[in-house]
């Protein structure tokens, strides 16, 4: 008969690996995936007898892939048997609608195991395994036995006994027949296992002698008759097993603790780098604010910065910039803001005429690369071991691209809005026009340098154009 073989699905290699002794300890073959989507690969070409699935994985989790198992024709039939640490009638209720047999625990007992295997026929039926205790009663067979118990000979009975019972109809005592059975098994069984207690404690004492060094001969010394037999060691084989058995109990629990402690260490060292990660991120973002702060202020003391006023509404003609962070689309965000409170201020001052809004792109020192993204470099990184100067980000937007749906629609009702008396004029020149000048390019300039300039001039300039002009 063929061994039966048992998939487990789980993205915890220890997890994985004591399931796996348990099920070996069955005559199990057992084969590992650590993701769902490896497993549904894995039933493309092979059909095991049982699937233990794991409910919390990356990617498809463990209610996923059941779902996606039973409902390919091909290995709907394969039983299931969650094996996860969820609990409660709710989730074994939506394990079981979606097509699973039940739930196993990660704290799992080895009695959980047995009586799972027997509820996914992994294992016989113990009751096929042993020959019935009553056998049906022939009428030839009743004769011959009771030919034979009257050619036996027959015990003496005393006289002050009590009296023999009457046999019911028939002529036959069920009763003391199966009593009579019961005890003739009883001891067949224990001769079998003294029988085989003995031979296992003599294999043992063999081994243990032909292991031993030999000794050196010692001069023959005259016999010693003793009347009395050899006292022979009481217990020899239980000590022999119960150490045995102790070895192999610390080998398991050793086996599980390295286990454990390499994943702690694996989790650990996980855990320091996405703080150091998360670390980095927040004092880039405060150097890149303190950076668009200073431009901000020396934009604004810059002579000249501002178109001088063409009309008498001079506060309505300067032109005004929102800065974007590398990575956002220009038209959205705090430049949505930027728009609406600047054409309700425009409305109720009756102004007429065009808002002309620019995007403008700068030119940052990114790390990174196409297939994983880019991201703006750390500040003390020169600028000559920078990945990529530009800004990779901008160039892949198309025009629909570059707005949100929300400031699309304001940009389209502007018009309506103002009865015809603004309306609002988008341009995109890209990196062309270099509001705020970028450092030249040494051994010493670092990336942080180079990157206040590039977000100065990573910008959405607003300027007015009054009608008439």
Known sequence: MAPKRALIVDDSNSARVILSRMLEKYDLEVDMAESAELAIEYLKHNRPDAIFMDHLMPGMDGLQAVQAIKSNPQTAMIPIMMYTSQAGELYVGQARALGAMGV???????????????????????????????????????????????????????????????????????????????????????????????????????????????????????????????????????????????????????????????????????????????????????????????????????????????????????????????????FDRSRFDALRDLVAKLQAQGFHGVIKVTSMAGMFCLSGNAAEGYSTASAALPVGKCDVIGNPFEDSLSAQQRQSVAFANLVASVRQRTAGAISVVMENPGNSRATYPYPVRSETLTAGEWNRAASANNRVEFALEPAGQ
Do not use: C
């Open 104 to 330: 196993l625990p990660k704290q799992v007992r080895p009695v959980d195991v047995s009586k799972v295997l027997y509820e996914l026929h992994l294992l016989p039926d113990r009751r096929d395994e042993a020959e019935p205790a009553l056998r049906p009663v022939t009428l030839e067979a009743t004769v011959s036995r009771a030919a034979t118990a009257a050619a036996a000979p027959r015990p003496t009975v005393a006289a002050a006994g009590p009296p023999a019972e009457t046999p019911p109809a028939g002529g036959v005592h069920w009763g003391r027949r199966l009593e009579q059975m019961t005890k003739e098994q009883t001891v067949d069984l224990r001769r079998f296992i003294v029988a085989s207690l003995d031979s296992f404690a003599g294999r043992i004492v063999s081994e243990l002698r032909d292991a031993a060094p030999p000794e050196s001969p010692a001069p023959p010394a005259p016999p010693v008759i003793d009347p009395r037999p050899a006292p022979q060691p009481p217990w020899t084989w239980l000590a022999v097993l119960a150490a045995l058995a102790a070895a192999g109990v610390a080998a398991v629990f050793f086996s599980l603790w390295m286990l454990a402690r390499n994943e702690l260490a694996e989790v650990r060292a996980e855990a320091a780098g996405l703080s150091s990660a998360n670390a980095q991120m927040k004092r880039d973002r405060q150097d890149l604010a303190e950076t668009v702060k200073d431009l901000t202020n020396d934009l604004a003391a810059t002579p000249g910065s501002a178109p001088p006023a063409a009309s008498a509404a001079a506060p309505l003609a300067a032109t005004r910039f929102e800065t974007v962070p590398y990575g956002e689309i220009p």
